[in-house]
């Protein structure tokens, strides 16, 4: 296969990608900073090809975001609220019950389940809104809590890191969603999320998890204040560690949405950068199996051209997204399967309905 570069030092990277040997810090600098972005997106299609032909995955899927009570107050969050505010809310169990059953007629294969740092939740109401989505979903993989949480978590139940992660395991934890990361660096730690935990403890968190035999995803926040040498050591962290545990399932950029939020004068992220968040996690991650292209965050048509950038996923159908959405994202609150698979089709891909841990999923009726 032959590509005509605008930008000649992509040549070497190529015929490192084309070798399957790894990428250098100074390969992901080049792959951000080159106006080449045709060039870096047909290498990265050239290794997902060459990983998933044309297959582009999604997954039937609900949201519940339990509680918007948090803490942390993180500068670039829209959806957190104290305690006192007029929209903040925590569901009861029964309120949790209400929703499940509410799509309980639809065929949904998991549960992303996420929520904020509040103090009036006690642990037991952790392990009981696990152990109710089981009841209810038998049959659903729960996909719940970032590193955050479990952090959180662990200082609540008092039962140390690992016993609360085996005690989240018996009662229904079946694999954990990527957020929390935003990017492992003290510098953006410090600037946006001060009070959240840093990237040493977030580490520590995920390898724990891994070494429980539970996969979790990964993410990076982007088009902030980070710098692309920030990007890169981000993707290079999550590498390191992917050699050591092999527990991450998918990586997924995350595109900053401002509306709402402290950074409000910051201004969103172009077609270029998403595309080339996509393609660069492609090409430096090349321990992950898949990359997501979150049709939320970037909206439904730059997903599509993004699964000729190296996005092998789209996430899922989803119905009531909340965070991003609070953040000004204008994409669909939620997709049926059949304009999902309308997508997918559509930008020349075979879209392969999938459960959590990637296996193709039968057909089911539509609801
Ligand atoms: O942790 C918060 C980010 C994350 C904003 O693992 C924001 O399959 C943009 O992690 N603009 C939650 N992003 C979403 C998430 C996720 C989404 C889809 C799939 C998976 C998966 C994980 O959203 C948070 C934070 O990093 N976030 N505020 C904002 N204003
Ligand atoms: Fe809380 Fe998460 Fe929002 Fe930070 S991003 S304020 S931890 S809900």
């Known amino acids: 296969m032959n590509i005509t570069f605008t930008d000649q030092r992509l040549e070497n990277i190529f015929a490192k990608a084309r070798q399957g040997s790894r990428?250098?810090?100074?390969?992901?600098?080049?792959?951000?900073?080159?106006?080449?972005?045709?060039?870096?997106?047909?290498?990265?299609?050239?290794?997902?090809?060459?990983?998933?032909?044309?297959?582009?995955?999604?997954?039937?899927?609900?949201?519940?975001?339990?509680?918007?009570?948090?803490?942390?107050?993180?500068?670039?969050?829209?959806?957190?609220?104290?305690?006192?505010?007029?929209?903040a809310y925590a569901w009861s169990m029964a309120d949790i019950e209400q929703r499940l059953m509410g799509r309980i007629d639809e065929p949904v294969d998991e549960l992303h389940i996420v929520g904020g740092l509040n103090e009036t939740l006690g642990f037991d109401y952790f392990i009981d809104l696990l152990k109710t989505v089981k009841r209810i979903r038998p049959d659903a993989a729960v996909k719940a809590f970032t590193c955050v949480e479990i952090d959180y978590l662990s200082r609540l139940s008092g039962l140390g890191l690992e016993q609360t992660i085996s005690q989240l395991k018996d009662a229904g934890l079946d694999m954990m969603p990527g957020g929390g990361a935003e990017v492992l660096n003290t510098r953006i730690h410090?600037?946006?999320?001060?009070?959240?935990?840093?990237?040493?403890?977030?580490?520590?968190?995920?390898?724990?998890?891994?070494?429980?035999?539970?996969?979790?995803?990964?993410?990076?926040l982007y088009g902030h204040i980070e710098t692309i040498e920030e990007r890169v050591d981000h993707l290079i962290a999550l590498r390191d560690i992917q050699d050591e545990t092999a527990g991450f399932s998918a990586f997924i950029p995350l595109a900053f949405h401002s509306q709402n939020t402290r950074l409000s004068h910051l201004p969103p992220t172009t077609a270029m950068d998403d595309l080339k968040a996509v393609a660069a996690a492609r090409l430096m991650l090349d321990n992950f199996d898949h990359i997501k292209a979150y049709w939320v965050m970037i909206g439904e048509p730059l997903?599509?051209?993004?699964?000729s950038f190296g996005a092998d996923d789209l996430d899922g159908t989803i119905i009531e997204e909340r965070i991003t959405h609070t953040a000004g994202a204008r994409s669909a609150k939620g997709l049926t399967r059949d304009q999902m698979e309308n997508m997918v089709r559509k930008a020349g891909f075979e879209p392969v309905q999938r459960d959590s841990f990637y296996n193709p999923r039968t057909m089911q009726p539509n609801p």
Not at 192 to 220: E, S, Y
């Open 23 to 87: 990428l250098s810090r100074e390969d992901g600098i080049c792959i951000y900073e080159t106006s080449d972005l045709m060039g870096v997106g047909q290498i990265a299609n050239h290794v997902r090809s060459q990983r998933h032909g044309k297959k582009a995955y999604y997954i039937y899927n609900q949201h519940i975001n339990y509680t918007n009570i948090c803490k942390n107050r993180c500068r670039f969050c829209a959806y957190a609220r104290n305690e006192n505010d007029d929209d």
């Open 303 to 307: 997903a599509q051209v993004a699964l």
């Open 190 to 220: 410090d600037a946006l999320f001060p009070k959240k935990i840093d990237h040493n403890r977030w580490k520590q968190i995920v390898k724990a998890v891994h070494a429980a035999g539970i996969k979790t995803n990964a993410t990076m």
